[in-house]
């Protein structure tokens, strides 16, 4: 993975202000420190994470699929180059970024 940049660190932090009131929701460093240590978790799962230039979210299949193929995002690949099927990271228009994240809060809470 590549290193998180100021932009897509910025977009995380403004997540987790707003998701900080939310019950059971863990703001990035609040946890044990390893993977997703520096994401937004809700029930010991990662709604949102910065990774290199991007926001992650963890959304619904169809949905990340609507996505993508909207232009809005690209599929999310782990470390192997395999792409994770909830996963999407955003493209650089941080417009949607909020509401996105709390489609992934819902989505996380009910798995």
């Known amino acids: 993975m590549t290193a998180v940049t100021d932009d897509s660190a910025r977009r995380l932090a403004a997540v987790a202000d707003a ?10 460093g609040a946890g044990p420190r390893g993977f997703g240590s520096t994401a937004v978790t809700a029930g010991g ?30 599929p999310f690949r782990n470390g192997r180059g395999t792409a994770m099927r909830e996963w999407v990271a955003l493209g650089p228009d941080d417009a949607a970024d909020l509401d996105l994240a709390r489609e992934a809060l819902a989505f996380v809470r009910e798995h």
């Open 19 to 28: 998701l900080a009131g939310e019950p059971g929701v863990e703001l990035p």
């Open 45 to 74: 799962s990662i709604v949102a994470m910065a990774v290199g230039g991007a926001l992650v979210l963890k959304l619904p299949r169809a949905r990340v699929e609507a996505l993508v193929s909207a232009g809005a995002g690209t």
